[in-house]
Nanobody
Framework: QVQLVESGGGLVQAGGSLRLSCAASGRTFSMLSMGWFRQTPGKEREFVGSINTSDGGLGYADSVKGRFTISRDIAKNTVYLQMNSLKPDDTAVYYC?????????????WGRGTQVTVSS
């Protein structure tokens, strides 16, 4: 089992920045990738980005490329999502995820989510 706990969400004005954190615990050694999804009411959960745990390889959705950055602190077992130039369309619940496959497109574990609200 892997436990994921997100933090860092909140309310920010358009153009501002936020950093989300995801602390992982449990059998994290079995995960090949971690990352982030987001979801708004009535819509499917949307891939945001991923980081491979073996080599740090990154992947991003086109909608966030150039504005969002994923990083990690191996010693702390924590993954971060730095969000810059935020737009109202980025408003969503953001979920941390972990996967037994590369690219984090099919997560096996999810956090509970953290709300990000971007005001115009």
């Amino acid at each position: 089992q892997v436990q994921l706990v997100e933090s860092g969400g909140g309310l920010v004005q358009a153009g501002g920045s936020l950093r989300l954190s995801c602390a992982a615990s449990g059998r994290t050694f079995s995960m090949l990738s971690m990352g982030w999804f987001r979801q708004t009411p009535g819509k499917e959960r949307e891939f945001v980005g991923s980081i491979n745990t073996s080599d740090g390889g990154l992947g991003y959705a086109d909608s966030v490329k150039g504005r969002f950055t994923i990083s990690r602190d191996i010693a702390k077992n924590t993954v971060y999502l730095q969000m810059n130039s935020l737009k109202p369309d980025d408003t969503a619940v953001y979920y941390c995820s972990a996967s037994r496959t590369f690219g984090n497109r099919r997560p096996d574990y999810w956090g509970r989510g953290t709300q990000v609200t971007v005001s115009s």
